[in-house]
């Protein structure tokens, strides 16, 4: 495979990615939560956390979600459609996110139903069907379901001034529509450190009409060079028109590597012909 590759400036400021945890279906799952009371006991569990269709104009298929209450109490479910985007860091964005924007898939989409009521230890279905406009040109859309829910027990309708304990969990939804070409580079290679461990962030442009996902390897090298550790490329997604930080974790400092100055080599695959790779360097100190 052919490598492309670009020479970058090593940068000692610090700072760490947040990883969203993935459960396939693949789960990749970006969970938003905010615990109920603990009186409730009341949990739910939602899979998958991310689907990911391929599509042409006119195509149409149905989904399903399915939520499982593993508490101790029923669990009230409300299912919205919902825009979304991450954050710089890859935080996933819910508010504030414009509407039916340029990759938004929200208008294609329905859902059933809408509301629903889990008993303890029971499982309910929502199922999604999505109609791609005939007229949609070759890109990667998404869009998301947002279930709330709180405790069985609570009045479905809140009363003025009244207070609500509510939980979230999404389901993002990828609809890649025909296959436009992937155009991704590296514009930053710089390290970043916490008290618990040392990262090397590659921030990736996304200049592409289509989301990708990143893997690959950085290799770290000592003074001699002789490869001191390699560690894998967090798959995580970057999408269209965007530009996304990827932190790839160096070491953990409860076992950090020999103090000297290291070489760093990042190749990440995005799915185009040529890999695409970066250079940095990493000084350890005590």
Same mark, same amino acid.
């Given at each position: ?152 027990? &609570?009045? *479905? ?5 009244? =207070?609500?304990? %509510? #939980? /979230? @969990? ?6 890649? !529509? &025909?296959? *436009? ?5 590296? =514009?930053?290679? %710089? #390290? /970043? @450190? ?6 090397? !962030? ?85």
């Amino acid at each position: 495979m052919e490598l492309r590759r670009g020479a970058l400036h090593a940068d000692d400021r610090l700072h760490l990615d947040r990883a969203l945890r993935c459960l396939l279906l693949l789960a990749c799952t970006l969970l938003l939560a905010s615990p109920l009371p603990a009186r409730a006991q009341a949990s739910l569990e939602v899979s998958p956390l991310r689907v990911e269709l391929q599509a042409g104009p006119g195509a149409t298929t149905t989904q399903a979600v399915t939520l499982s209450s593993a508490g101790t109490e029923g669990v009230r479910v409300r299912a919205r459609l919902s825009d979304w985007d991450l954050s710089r860091d890859g935080s996933p964005q819910f508010e504030r996110v414009p509407e039916n924007g340029p990759f938004s898939a929200t208008s294609w989409v329905r859902i059933a139903p809408p509301e629903l009521l889990i008993e303890p230890g029971k499982s309910g279905i929502v199922r999604f069907s999505l109609s791609v406009p005939p007229d949609t040109a070759p890109a990667g859309y998404r869009t998301s379901i947002l279930f709330e829910f709180l405790p069985a027990s &609570g009045d *479905p309708i809140a009363k003025p001034k009244e =207070v609500q304990f %509510r #939980s /979230r @969990v999404a389901t993002l939804i990828y609809v890649n !529509v &025909g296959e *436009p070409p992937p155009a991704v580079e590296l =514009v930053d290679l %710089r #390290s /970043r @450190v916490t008290p618990e461990q040392t990262a090397l !962030v590659a921030v990736l442009a996304n200049t592409g009409k289509r989301s990708v996902r990143t893997k690959g390897t950085m290799t770290i090298f000592d003074a001699a060079g002789k490869e001191a550790a390699q560690v894998a490329i967090p798959d995580v997604p970057v999408l269209p028109e965007s530009e996304r930080e990827v932190a790839i974790v160096a070491f953990e400092s409860a076992k950090p590597l020999s103090e000297g100055e290291y070489r760093v080599e990042v190749k990440i695959d995005v799915g185009m012909p040529a890999l695409i790779v970066g250079e940095t360097t990493l000084k350890v100190t005590r």
